[in-house]
């Protein structure tokens, strides 16, 4: 079966810089998402990776090894918006797509 | 343009009871998805459709079931509803399959009691 591990919460303070770790163990790979998801609202897409590197978009940047099964999602500037769980999800062979249990991220002053 | 629409917003269910739950898209995209959220276990697909006419089963798709008549629309059902069923559904959908974003209704909280 397939398997995605995150770390279940982290706090980190405004203006700093936070990473979160996503590892993921597919039958076959067709890359990697990161979703954002506000308390009692829907999922919103933040990142898509299906090669190795980083990808930078303003302040979130989502990096993928493809060798390691492993992928990080990097917030910078912390914003207390930014306060909300952060799913991690890969696409394996069968195009499905499989969600870790979440990172909830608390920003505080 | 409404995006994807799920209704109702919420629900509260006798065990036993027949339930369908409705979704909507407006962005003619070709993939829909039937997802549940609990508390601990994360978002799990239940059942999806890469095309009108089509329907797969995802990883926990017993006791409920699909249909895709056209690519609009694409409702849940419940035939007989038990309280482990209690969860908030988020119905997606994507253009083509799930290598592409998946865009989220805003979901239907249901207790079964």
């Known amino acids: 079966g397939q398997n995605i591990d995150q770390p279940t919460e982290m706090t980190a303070t405004e203006g700093a810089i936070v990473q979160i770790n996503c590892t993921y163990q597919?039958?076959?790979?067709?890359?990697l998402f990161w979703y954002q998801q506000h308390a009692g609202e829907a999922p919103t897409f933040l990142s898509y990776?299906?090669?190795?590197g980083l990808e930078e978009k303003g302040r979130f940047s989502s990096f993928l090894s493809r060798s390691k099964g492993y992928s990080y999602l990097l917030l910078k500037e912390l914003q207390m918006k930014d306060s909300a769980s952060y799913l991690c999800?890969?696409?394996?062979?069968?195009?499905?797509?499989?969600f870790g249990k979440g990172t909830k991220l608390s920003v505080i002053p | 343009i409404a995006g994807i629409t799920q209704a109702p917003t919420s629900q509260i269910l006798a065990a036993g009871r027949r339930m369908t739950l409705r979704c909507t898209q407006d962005?003619?995209?070709?993939?829909m998805y039937w997802y549940r959220q609990d508390l601990g276990l994360g978002l799990r697909l239940i059942h999806y459709?890469?095309?009108?006419?089509?329907?797969g089963k995802g990883e926990v798709p017993d006791g409920y079931s699909v249909s895709r008549a056209n690519t609009d629309d694409f409702p849940l059902t419940l035939a007989s509803a038990v309280p482990s069923q209690t969860s908030v559904y988020f119905c997606?959908?994507?253009?083509?399959?799930?290598?592409?974003?998946?865009?989220f209704g805003p979901g239907t909280r249901l207790t079964v009691l």
């Open positions: 962005m003619r995209h070709n993939a």
């Open positions: 997606a959908s994507s253009d083509s399959d799930a290598t592409d974003t998946q865009y």
């Open positions: 597919t039958s076959g790979f067709n890359g």
């Open positions: 990776n299906v090669l190795d």
């Open positions: 999800a890969a696409c394996d062979g069968s195009y499905q797509l499989t």
């Open positions: 459709s890469n095309t009108a006419g089509t329907t």
